[in-house]
């Protein structure tokens, strides 16, 4: 039915024919919900296919670029992969530790210090202590948050607390690493920094899968797109045809 | 479609429910660690509401119950059996209601990344645990001031009470703690549920009182209660042995008490968990 572009090494991500319905819930009350189960009518919502009928796999050490217009699922397809949705149809495969780069600092707490919440979000991402204690001095530095690390996160500037919910994220224990959007924030300089901490991720043969906007950055890190367009996959192959596709919608 | 080896490959999103708890212990640590280091932070008397709380409503009770309406002459040592079933009932309260807004509370983190849910309500309910230690210290005071010692017997009733009261609390808010998500007023039952808490169970009043005035099958429904139980656990543990032997007082049955609310309890846990994972599949979406 639909083609898959298969790659030379197993595949890390396997997304097969998958469905994303939303249902606009207009009701939050059980007593509503009841009511219109008993007259048969769906009043409780309307559906919304955010993904619909996508395929592809990508193959382990592969980097690969997910490009569309805003609203067209690919945070949605990420959270699949991630697990935080699933699929209403089809089904999400994955292979080793998946780690997302997705709305860091998700997990922080303002009342913790930097300390107690890199401990709590690095343990959120699935570390367990030893992991943890062997990673922390790196953590801290790569941050540069230095001596205000056993502050409370709640006097951080909005900078200092993106950059250690970023270092956090990015020192996970990974296999395949998925990343949205988030690398248009933070200062030029450290968005550099966390540019290059990718590429080397990329070089150590880590799987990736990439949302982002910025066509310079992707075309640098990945030799592979597919550009969504409205829910569906229209286009998977090298990074610079699919670049192009983008621009010709 | 290719054929590919599909050994080593997961689901994402799908965990082994409570299992899961288990093999997320660093996390379950730090996760009770946040509940209770941040919980009174900001507050000035700080964990000192642990204890105000059940203080006052102790004395609320013990005016309304034991001063206006005179039961601390029928029943000995009044002010101990009031307190030993009024901190069987916080327990539950306290577990049950942070359990069934655990999943809303953390909606920031459900959204966004996945880690077992079951996590959320376990940990609440450990909080809820630790916060129910400073009451069993005052009681235990209390008790020893009137000549309690411990024995075998003892203990053990409180420790299945206190299994019952968890296993309880674990059922009910992993089933509110879900349904909670989609339908916000499933809040509505969980009110009326903690506010029943403390008069269908014999906190207030004796089991003797309530076998007078329910008579068959009116008392054994009322006896199926897990919380009349636990309460008439932790009286058996706490109060019997500070009285000259008032035994009557307490449930007739109370071991057969034990595998009746041991089952009931029981049956909550696992329609809690199924019906918690049914829901789990939509909670990212629906919050
Ligand atoms: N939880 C949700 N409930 C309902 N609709 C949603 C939900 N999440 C996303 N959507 C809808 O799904 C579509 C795709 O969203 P998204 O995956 O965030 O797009 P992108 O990341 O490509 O900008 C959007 O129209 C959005 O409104
Ligand atoms: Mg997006």
């Known amino acids: 039915m639909s083609e898959i572009t298969t790659t030379q090494k ?89 780690a997302g780069l997705i709305e860091v600092g998700a997990g922080f707490h303002p009342d913790l210090s930097g300390r107690e919440n890199v401990y709590l979000n690095a343990a ?14 790196r953590i801290v530095e790569f941050s540069e948050i230095g001596e205000f690390i056993d502050q409370e996160v709640k006097h951080y500037s909005s900078g200092m607390f993106l950059r250690l919910a970023f270092s ?40 990736m899968l990439i949302v982002s906007h910025n066509m310079a950055m992707v075309q640098e890190l990945c030799e592979r797109g597919i550009v969504i367009n409205k829910g569906k996959k229209i286009f998977d192959g090298p990074i610079a045809e699919a670049v192009d596709a983008m621009n010709a919608k | 479609m290719t ?52 203080a006052a409503q102790f004395l609320i009770y013990y005016f309304v119950m034991g001063v206006v309406l005179q039961f601390h002459r029928d029943v000995e040592n009044f002010a101990i059996y009031l307190f030993a079933g009024v901190v069987a009932i916080n327990l539950f309260n306290e577990a049950f ?39 069993v210290a005052i009681l235990l005071l209390a008790c020893i001031l009137v000549g309690w010692a411990p024995t075998f017997l003892s203990l053990a009733a409180f420790a299945i ?45 004796t089991i003797a009182m309530v076998e007078q005035a329910l008579k068959g099958w009116a008392f054994t429904v009322y006896m199926l209660n897990p919380l009349t139980t636990a309460v008439e656990l932790f009286h058996y543990a706490f109060w019997l042995p500070t009285t000259s032997g008032a035994a009557e007082t307490l449930s007739p049955g109370i071991v057969g008490n034990i595998f009746v609310s041991l089952g009931i309890c029981a049956v909550l846990v696992v329609i809690g968990q199924i019906v918690f994972r049914r829901f789990e599949r939509s909670f990212a979406q629906d919050l």
């Not at chain 1, 030029?188 to 150590?204: D, G, N, S, V």
């Not at chain 2, 209601?97 to 309910?125: H, Q």
């Open chain 1, 10 to 98: 197993r595949p890390s991500i396997i997304v097969e024919n998958v469905r994303k319905t939303f249902q606009i819930r207009h009701t939050h009350s059980m007593k509503e919900a009841f009511i219109s189960r008993l007259k048969r009518k769906q009043v409780g919502s309307t559906p919304y296919n955010a993904l619909d009928g996508v395929a592809f796999t990508v193959g382990e050490g592969e980097s690969v670029a997910l490009l569309g217009f805003n609203g067209s699922g690919k945070s949605t397809l990420l959270k699949l992969v991630s697990g935080v949705l699933e699929p209403d149809a089809g089904r999400v495969l994955t292979r080793g530790r998946v």
């Open chain 2, 97 to 135: 209601g942070n359990a069934t807004s655990s999943i809303v509370d953390n909606r920031a983190l459900v959204r966004k990344i996945y880690l077992p849910r079951e996590l959320f309500p376990i940990s609440t309910i450990i909080i809820a645990l630790i916060h129910f230690l400073p009451q």
């Open chain 1, 124 to 137: 959120i991402l699935g570390m367990n202590k030893a992991e943890i204690d062997e990673r922390f001095d």
């Open chain 2, 161 to 205: 009470g206190l299994v019952i009261v968890l296993m309880m609390s674990l059922g009910l808010g992993l089933l509110f703690g879900a349904l909670n998500v989609r339908y916000r007023d499933a809040q509505n039952f969980v009110e009326i549920i903690r506010m029943l808490s403390t008069w269908a169970s014999p906190v207030l009043y």
């Open chain 2, 3 to 54: 054929s590919v080896d599909l050994t080593g490959f997961q689901t994402p999103g799908r965990g082994r429910g409570i299992l899961d708890v288990f093999n997320h212990g660093y996390l379950l640590r730090l996760l009770i660690r946040k509940g209770t280091a941040t919980r009174y932070r900001n507050s000035v008397l700080g964990w000192t509401w642990s204890y105000v709380k059940p």
């Open chain 1, 168 to 207: 956090v994220a990015i020192h996970v224990e990974l296999d395949v690493l998925l990343v949205d959007e988030i690398l248009s924030v933070g200062d030029a300089p450290f968005r550099k920094k966390c540019t290059e901490k990718i590429h080397e991720l990329a070089q150590a043969g880590k799987t």
